[in-house]
């Protein structure tokens, strides 16, 4: 199964802010759209970093709350890991794993084109292997 597979069920939204959004503005982002991260692209329109919870609370942590006036960019992860759309889930799983992170913006071309959590990953995965075990039973009993 593909991460193409994944982004047409769930959808290709991507909630993103600038580089030099405040830190405080990304916050009301993730807050209003309930989601873990948010792309920081570029003014060509390329993803420049990912700014996720965690980013945010270690800088609070480091800075205190006057991280909140900082730009995205002093806290965001820069460069992203990626994936592509031909992406197996089984691969973006193990990267995912491996690399500790639980986002992954989707690109094509250099564009974004979605953003792909673990928790999208282990439900694709999951469904994958209920259909394999129903299959099964399916040819078992037949």
Same mark, same amino acid.
């Given at each position: +199964?593909?991460?193409?597979?994944?982004?047409?069920? @769930?959808?290709?939204?991507?909630?993103?802010?600038?580089?030099?959004?405040?830190?405080?503005? =990304?916050?009301?982002?993730?807050?209003? @759209?309930?989601?873990?991260?948010?792309?920081?692209?570029? /003014?060509?329109?390329?993803?420049?970093?990912? %700014?996720?919870?965690?980013?945010?609370?270690?800088?609070?942590? $480091?800075?205190?709350?006057?991280? %909140?006036?900082?730009?995205?960019? $002093?806290?965001?992860?820069?460069?992203?890991? $990626?994936?592509?759309? /031909?992406?197996?889930?089984?691969?973006? +799983?193990?990267?995912? $794993?491996?690399?500790?992170?639980?986002? +992954?913006?989707?690109?094509?071309?250099?564009?974004?084109?979605? %953003?792909?959590?673990?928790?999208?990953?282990?439900?694709?995965?999951?469904?994958?292997?209920?259909? /394999?075990?129903? =299959?099964? @039973?399916?040819?078992?009993?037949?």
């Amino acid at each position: +199964m593909k991460v193409e597979h994944i982004l047409t069920v @769930k959808g290709s939204d991507v909630y993103c802010v600038s580089p030099t959004s405040t830190v405080a503005e =990304a916050v009301d982002l993730l807050g209003e @759209k309930n989601v873990g991260a948010v792309i920081a692209k570029d /003014e060509n329109g390329r993803v420049a970093g990912i %700014l996720s919870e965690r980013d945010v609370v270690r800088a609070i942590r $480091t800075r205190g709350v006057s991280a %909140l006036n900082d730009k995205v960019e $002093t806290c965001m992860t820069a460069n992203p890991f $990626t994936c592509s759309l /031909e992406a197996t889930v089984n691969d973006v +799983m193990t990267e995912m $794993t491996e690399k500790r992170i639980r986002h +992954m913006p989707v690109v094509r071309d250099g564009a974004l084109v979605g %953003l792909v959590s673990i928790g999208d990953v282990v439900k694709r995965k999951i469904q994958e292997t209920e259909e /394999e075990a129903a =299959a099964l @039973k399916e040819y078992i009993a037949t």
